[in-house]
């Protein structure tokens, strides 16, 4: 039999440990208030608003606000910690004399909220950290017979807890005057009869009292805390030495000072003892009586039963296992338990309140960037005075709106982030308990390594794309293009980081017509995206772009295929053909033209094609869905004429462009249309061997014709919603999509442009 077993030290007693409380000297001045209709301040409770209540010996509660203005006065029969704020900013307080608990509701009506029987409420508090109330109770009998209590209520006023005695069923309380708990949810409670501030867990087990060395226990009731390591501070255990501990000696379990560790390992017989830093320190084992043999105390684990045992069980119903030293295996399970805690409390819950910071960061700079996108219409509409109040009205809606969903994506982030703060709290508990609780049995089996406790990882969300707002141009024949557009940028949402958010730039005040020089300024980087390989055409003349990144690609010979991005044909129709001829609406339908038939296609998703458009007289070349509004925009020519007719999402002919303002020809060959950010129409064309750029109102801005003797715009151009040119190689089957990006810079001059 392999026994591996420590003999306690039998002349270092339980009692000789003197766990105590070590008050900071230190205090921060945070607010001041002026308390004029008190004569003392006995006893604060800070209420919403930075409203505080404040009591003093003779009745008198007050609520103040921080302007010294009195908002309410009562009289009451109660003095000390007698009077709480809950968490949901109501004022409870304690009446000895008529023995309840009243509430005072925020429209001041009082109310009684507990009644407690034959026992005197003393004192009260609310916790922070569940919102139950703890109450101190007591009997109005002589000193040597009187009783003394804590009670625990839930918030609604039900009994939950009854605290009165400790282990050795010996009276904890006798005149609890001021009560209160700290971050671990130990009650803590200064009894002024005792003069001492009693400590309990939260499950009523006693764990310290402090006395002191001149100790008149009155006790602020919000201030008293512990560290979130340890229960409460130690000084050290020897005989007649009252300095802070910082030591452990893991042999005789006994805290000591810096100086009697010294003289500990100085002497004979602890010379070879173990000191060690405190929070480094050895757990001492609970004395759990053996269920089989009651009359000894476990101080073993079998190995290979996994079950703590006394000596007796070792030599009868555990003969010939093997045994582990119960205290050795307890010390590790406390140490794995408060390596869990550190991790909690050092980075979960940290990270976890720098993500909430970052949320909230992410709120204000959404609002500050809605408001300067409002402050930018506004300013835009007074200038145009009544003839744009209804178009300002629709587009401070769309921000609204837009802000709504952003601030309920925040809203929902900054809720789960919450929630998992308050698991990992409860999880931080939980640890506690184990370290607290005598079952060393339901210890062995729950703490057994990584797999029970393994600790939620932190959400991972998303720091939301800010809208950007793009000013339009002052047009008095345009009125919703002077008043811009608010967009939220259509790109992935980045992985939230705590870092600053971007800044949006927007033009409050628009220039006069004669300084804008409208044009196109290429930025000279070409961004891959995404590669398609298009089975079925010979060449690739022009693509649209579906829902799920489908692609509709077409050839010189007229065949229109539509692909997957794994390169999957889904469909193939035989056109006409064309150039630029197709276009995907804005209810994911592909519209193509048909220049023979004269009309215009609708492929719908049961991949049915129904006659969408007729054109009359006039050939459709080439075709447009605008993703701003839905309309069709359809490039036209008949005897040498040419145009581009606008078209509702229902196929009603809305505008047609043909000429300029000096009754000039804008068009010959219209093979590409599309449509930029701004609203322009850009038509590529191969007779006028030219970008044709005209607004939305029809109205010429400009013609790039390049700078080469013989420029032919004989390829697709597309604009996505973030002001990026998309150009498809024609003399390829497998389809590289790459992005131009292009500045939409009023300022500069047409001949900038590059090919």
Known sequence: MKHTRKEKKQDIKKSDTKPTLSLSSFATKIRKYIVQDADSVDHISGGKSGRLWVSDLFGNLVLRDLQVKQQQKIKTNGKHGYHTVTQTGELIYTDRKNKVVNKIKQDNTITEFIETGDWAPISIYSSHINGDILVGLKTNTQEKSREAKVIRYNKTGKELQNIERDEEEQKMYSDPHYITENINGDICTSDFEKEAVVVVNKLGQHISSYTGQSFAPVMASSKFHAPPTAQHYLVCGTDVCERICLFYCNDCHLPMCEQCRDEHQKSLDTKNHEPVPYQQRKRQLPEVKCHTHVNRYVDMLCEQCQVPVCSKCATKDHVGHTFIDLETVYAEKCAICLDEINKIEKYFIPTSQDFLKSIKKDSTEIKKIMDDIRASMKAEAESLKKMVDSVTSHKIEQVNEIEESLQQLLKFQYIKYNGYISYLHELVKKFHGYLSSKDIKTLMSDVTGTTNLKID???????????????????????????????????????????????????????????????????????????????????????????????????????????????????????????????????????????????????????????????????????????????????????????????????????????????????????????????????????????????????????????????????????????????????????????????????????????
Not at 538 to 557: C, E, F, N, P, Q
């Open 457 to 755: 990882p932190i959400p991972e969300t998303v720091k939301p794309v800010s809208p950007v707002f793009t000013a339009g141009q002052f047009s008095m024949e345009d009125i919703t293009e002077l008043l811009g557009k608010v967009s939220v940028p259509d790109s992935k949402p980045e992985n939230r980081e705590i870092k600053p958010t971007g800044t949006v730039y927007i033009q409050l005040k628009p220039r006069k017509k004669s300084d804008v020089k409208p044009t196109l300024s290429l930025a000279s980087s070409v961004t891959k995206v995404r590669e398609y390989n298009v089975p079925g055409v010979d060449s690739v003349h022009h693509i649209s772009l579906g829902k799920s990144y489908r692609l509709w690609a077409s050839d010189d010979d007229g065949n229109l295929v539509q692909t997957d991005l794994q390169g999957n044909q889904l469909q193939k129709i035989q056109t006409s053909g064309g150039y630029g001829y197709h276009t995907v609406t804005q209810d994911g339908d592909l519209i193509y033209t048909d220049r023979k038939n004269k009309v215009i296609n609708r492929i719908k998703k049961d991949k049915t094609i129904t006659e969408f458009i007729r054109t009359g007289d006039w050939k459709p070349l080439s075709i447009h869905s605008s993703h701003i509004n839905g309309d069709i925009l359809v490039g036209l020519r008949k005897d040498g004429e040419a145009k581009v007719t606008r078209y509702s999402k229902t196929g009603k002919e809305i505008q047609n462009i043909q000429r300029d303002n000096k009754g000039q020809r804008l068009y010959g060959d219209p093979q590409y249309i599309t449509e930029n950010i701004n609203g322009d129409i850009c038509t590529s064309d191969f007779n006028k061997q030219a970008v044709v750029v005209v607004n939305k109102s029809g109205q010429h801005r400009f013609s790039y014709t390049g700078q080469r003797t013989a420029f032919r715009p004989h390829v697709g151009l597309n604009h996505t919603k973030a002001a990026q040119l998309i150009k498809a190689s024609p003399d390829r089957v497998t389809l590289t999509v790459s992005r131009i990006h292009v500045s939409p810079i009023a300022d500069i001059q047409p001949d900038s442009l590059r090919q």
